[in-house]
């Protein structure tokens, strides 16, 4: 199918049932946008060339996806789906296409290749993807004559109470020729019906008998998303299919209706993971760790053996056997050596921590290096940003910084010194130095009796 193939995928509608402002194909699942879902879907068909018309929120579809191998088409007025793809006719070269809502989440590659092939094998025109749901609701009703042939699409909007009694509904996903009859028949579209748009579906009774239909076997994979509803159902249909794929990889989910894992997050197996887990983008988990419960892990990845329960991740690194909370927070950057333990309200940006460091609570790392074996106590910060730029601390190895230290950055804590507990450094300590930043300790006896009057 390679170059002879392109791709329509139309994304120009409003989405009105979403009451949203935003562009319908730009509503995530699962931290994805639904358009990168139908994407995906078409990769594998290695297509000549990927059309998507857009109208609604344009701009913003563009900038979502600028820099991708994809033609954008406008549709400045939304006058239905046919006129979407009257738009696209000038983009398509190939002397076949696909055609497919930006919105189908689920539709799998298999599917649509198989169209691809039934439809050339049998001569159509116009091939399109059909399902049964057990409620067809407002999908348009496949209408076909005695030999199975689909002879005409009616949109529920303007079917009788007989017709609406059909089970097996349009997809929206088409195959098609690029031909003058397909054209022709596109531009000869009417828009008398309930909406008053263009509708796409009425290439069917356009084109019969030259038309074919198959009938997909789990009506799942075609679901589209109209309201916030079919995005919700979307969203647990993947998720379910997700954590099936990864327990039959030998990763425990203890509790699958609180799991929230992005098709890109690979895990590990024997690792186990608590109720209450978020793992997003292109986190990857490594074997025998234990996420959770209550982890949000994003673009982050964990090796061998570690834990992170009640915390937050993003952009992170975590080393083989570390420990990570509960309550500590991982930013862009954060890099956590081998054995080494993040503890309660311990906030890591741009910083490597060495293998064996423990911080084990409230306390701010920010721009540094910490060294193997160092301690840093709790309360301390890293005073990283001076209102301008920011400046990295150097932390050596078995350092042992006290609590309530500040580190006015750029400055360095030499390998085995010590910081005195609630000093602020401004100054390089040597190795295995003391330092001590402090006021010394003055006390008065008797001094608060004699302010009250005793």
């Given at each position: 199918?390679?170059?002879?193939?392109?791709?329509?995928?139309?994304?120009?509608?409003?989405?009105?049932r979403?009451?949203?402002?935003?562009p319908?194909?730009?509503?995530?699942?699962?931290?994805?946008?639904?358009?990168e879902?139908?994407?995906?879907?078409?990769?594998?068909?290695?297509?000549?060339?990927?059309?998507?018309?857009?109208?609604?929120?344009?701009?913003?579809v563009?900038?979502?996806?600028?820099?991708?191998?994809?033609?954008?088409?406008?549709?400045?007025?939304?006058?239905?789906?046919?006129?979407?793809?009257?738009?696209?006719?000038?983009?398509v070269?190939?002397?076949?296409?696909l055609?497919?809502?930006?919105?189908?989440?689920?539709?799998?590659?298999?599917?649509?290749?198989?169209?691809?092939r039934?439809?050339?094998?049998?001569?159509?025109?116009?091939?399109?993807l059909?399902?049964?749901?057990?409620?067809?609701?407002?999908?348009?009703?496949?209408?076909?004559?005695?030999?199975?042939?689909?002879?005409?699409?009616?949109?529920?909007?303007?079917?009788?109470?007989?017709?609406?009694?059909?089970?097996?509904?349009?997809?929206?996903?088409?195959?098609?020729?690029?031909?003058?009859?397909?054209?022709?028949?596109?531009?000869?579209?009417?828009?008398?019906?309930?909406?008053?748009?263009?509708?796409?579906?009425?290439?069917?009774?356009?084109?019969?008998?030259?038309?074919?239909?198959?009938?997909?076997?789990?009506?799942?994979?075609?679901?589209?998303?109209?309201?916030?509803?079919?995005?919700?159902?979307?969203?647990?249909?993947?998720?379910?299919?997700?954590?099936?794929?990864?327990?039959?990889?030998?990763v425990?989910?203890?509790?699958?209706?609180?799991?929230?894992?992005?098709?890109d997050?690979?895990?590990?197996?024997?690792?186990?993971?608590?109720?209450?887990?978020?793992?997003?983008?292109?986190?990857?988990?490594?074997?025998?760790?234990?996420?959770?419960?209550?982890?949000?892990?994003?673009?982050?990845?964990?090796?061998?053996?570690?834990?992170?329960?009640?915390?937050?991740?993003?952009?992170?690194?975590?080393?083989?056997?570390?420990?990570?909370?509960?309550?500590a927070?991982?930013?862009?950057?954060?890099?956590?050596?081998?054995?080494?333990?993040?503890?309660?309200?311990?906030?890591?940006?741009?910083?490597?921590?060495?293998?064996?460091?423990?911080a084990?609570?409230?306390?701010?790392?920010?721009?540094?290096?910490?060294?193997?074996?160092?301690?840093?106590?709790?309360?301390?910060?890293?005073?990283?940003?001076?209102g301008?730029?920011?400046?990295?601390?150097?932390?050596?190895?078995?350092?042992?910084?006290?609590?309530?230290?500040?580190?006015?950055?750029?400055?360095?804590?030499g390998?085995?010194?010590?910081?005195?507990?609630?000093?602020v450094?401004?100054?390089?300590?040597?190795?295995?130095?003391?330092?001590?930043?402090?006021?010394?300790?003055?006390?008065?006896?008797?001094?608060?009796?004699?302010?009250?009057?005793a």
């Amino acid at each position: 199918m390679e170059n002879s193939l392109d791709v329509v995928i139309l994304a120009a509608g409003k989405g009105t049932r979403m009451r949203s402002q935003r562009p319908k194909v730009l509503h995530p699942i699962l931290g994805i946008p639904l358009l990168e879902y139908v994407l995906r879907a078409v990769r594998p068909l290695s297509p000549r060339r990927v059309i998507a018309v857009v109208g609604h929120g344009a701009d913003e579809v563009r900038k979502a996806f600028a820099g991708r191998d994809i033609v954008f088409v406008d549709q400045r007025e939304q006058l239905g789906t046919g006129h979407a793809l009257r738009c696209a006719r000038g983009a398509v070269g190939a002397p076949r296409f696909l055609v497919l809502p930006g919105d189908v989440p689920l539709v799998p590659p298999d599917a649509l290749k198989r169209l691809v092939r039934e439809h050339a094998s049998r001569g159509a025109i116009l091939s399109l993807l059909t399902f049964s749901p057990e409620d067809p609701g407002g999908y348009g009703r496949v209408l076909r004559d005695e030999a199975g042939v689909p002879r005409a699409i009616v949109e529920a909007a303007d079917a009788s109470p007989e017709i609406l009694a059909v089970r097996e509904v349009n997809s929206g996903i088409y195959c098609m020729e690029n031909a003058r009859e397909l054209w022709d028949a596109l531009e000869a579209l009417s828009n008398a019906n309930a909406q008053g748009e263009y509708y796409l579906t009425d290439l069917v009774a356009a084109l019969y008998p030259r038309t074919h239909a198959l009938l997909w076997d789990d009506p799942a994979d075609l679901t589209g998303v109209n309201t916030r509803g079919d995005l919700a159902r979307a969203e647990w249909l993947l998720r379910k299919r997700i954590v099936a794929r990864l327990q039959e990889a030998g990763v425990t989910v203890v509790d699958p209706h609180t799991a929230y894992i992005g098709p890109d997050v690979v895990v590990g197996e024997d690792t186990v993971l608590h109720p209450g887990v978020f793992l997003y983008g292109r986190t990857e988990i490594a074997a025998a760790c234990e996420i959770g419960p209550q982890a949000y892990l994003v673009d982050s990845v964990v090796e061998d053996g570690a834990r992170i329960w009640f915390s937050v991740l993003e952009g992170a690194h975590v080393g083989a056997g570390a420990r990570i909370g509960p309550y500590a927070h991982l930013r862009p950057g954060a890099r956590i050596g081998r054995g080494a333990r993040i503890g309660n309200f311990v906030e890591v940006k741009n910083a490597e921590i060495g293998e064996g460091v423990r911080a084990g609570h409230l306390a701010y790392i920010g721009d540094a290096e910490v060294g193997a074996g160092a301690n840093i106590g709790a309360g301390t910060i890293t005073c990283n940003y001076d209102g301008i730029r920011k400046h990295r601390t150097v932390i050596g190895r078995g350092a042992f910084i006290g609590s309530n230290t500040a580190l006015v950055a750029p400055v360095t804590v030499g390998e085995g010194a010590i910081v005195g507990a609630g000093s602020v450094i401004t100054e390089d300590v040597p190795p295995y130095a003391l330092a001590l930043g402090r006021s010394r300790q003055v006390i008065k006896p008797d001094w608060a009796k004699k302010k009250g009057g005793a």
